[in-house]
């Protein structure tokens, strides 16, 4: 057999699994006891649902405390600018002394920087509160829920998983001799079961492994009905002109760890080349290196006997 190159363009298939461009994985901030769980795997939920509560009446407390304080500090603030404005008043008439009016504006500054304080202390002991209530934080399927009702927590204790279903793309390592010159959504498939999954953009990542001389390319999909962690095939076509040597993968010995084919010297004796291996397309396999366009090859080496 005559070594010719590819004159069409190949299809090879890689492993590959669909992931979520979004997933949270949501664990306690506070401390206290689960009282309700609301959902559980597989429940689709919407932006702003509620999915559990921790019991948290004393935080409750201590928040509605902080606002009470607030609201009195504000009602003393009022009372002292009225009573500021009406010493200036009276000290325009020389009624009282400059003292007394100094001894009001400090006073006036004091309650001011007062009042500050105490907003912050609320707003954070509002938020402290909102910790115990945990709502959905976008459109989301629950992937697992790991608390249970009674449970005690502590900060960081893992509740529950979600993802967005509506954002979903596939990660593929692919040889990057397999490349296409022009990657789009013309040379890379998605293929789910053997069934074609939409997609509407392909990415090839900056980044090759050294040791593995692939590249990972990331297809967007559009939505569908496949899942985070679903295996999946990327279906790689070679641009046009892009030719690659294929030879029959019973011509292929392997020897130890090699692998080598018999070509035909020039003396037509059969010689063993040692090859490289690349991808397999039906009962072809290519030929990274070890063998030129041109050279015969034999391509039933059993027959020679053993070297």
């Not at 927590?153 to 509740?159: C, K, Y």
């Not at 990331?218 to 892009?242: H, I, N, W």
Request: negative net charge; hydrophobic residues 40%.
């Amino acid at each position: 057999m005559m070594v010719e190159a590819s004159a069409e363009p190949y299809r090879a298939s890689y492993d590959a699994h669909v992931e979520a461009v979004t997933q949270t994985d949501i664990a306690a901030q506070v401390v206290g006891r689960i009282t309700a769980v609301e959902v559980q795997a597989g429940d689709t939920v919407s932006r702003g649902q509620r999915l559990l509560q921790i019991e948290g009446e004393h935080a409750q407390q201590e928040a509605a405390a902080m606002e009470a304080q607030v609201a009195a500090t504000e009602a003393q603030l009022v009372a002292l600018r009225e009573e500021y404005r009406r010493q200036q008043a009276l000290r325009e008439k020389n009624y009282i002394s400059q003292a007394a009016i100094e001894r009001t504006e400090a006073q006036l500054k004091a309650t001011q920087a007062q009042l500050k304080a105490q907003q912050a202390q609320a707003s954070a002991a509002n938020t402290q509160s909102g910790f115990f209530t945990i709502y959905a934080p976008y459109d989301a399927v629950v992937i697992d829920v790991s608390a249970t009702q009674g449970q005690m927590t502590m900060p960081g204790t893992p509740l529950l998983s979600l993802y967005a279903p509506d954002a979903l793309r596939v990660t593929a390592s692919v040889p990057v001799s397999a490349l296409p010159t022009e990657i789009t959504t013309e040379t890379i498939h998605i293929l789910q079961n053997g069934k074609p999954l939409p997609i509407t953009n392909v990415q090839q990542l900056p980044t090759a492994d050294p040791y593995t001389h692939s590249v990972r390319l990331r297809a967007e999909l559009e939505p569908t009905d496949a899942m985070p962690g679903e295996q999946v095939k990327v279906s790689v076509t070679a641009s046009s002109g892009q030719s690659r040597v294929f030879i029959p993968r019973q011509a292929v010995v392997k020897r130890a760890e090699l692998y080598g084919v018999y070509v035909m010297s020039q003396q037509q004796r059969p010689l063993l080349r040692q090859v490289r291996l690349g991808a397999t397309q039906d009962e072809n396999v290519e030929i990274l290196s070890g063998l030129a366009v041109g050279e015969t090859l034999l391509l039933n080496p059993n027959t020679l006997g053993k070297e």
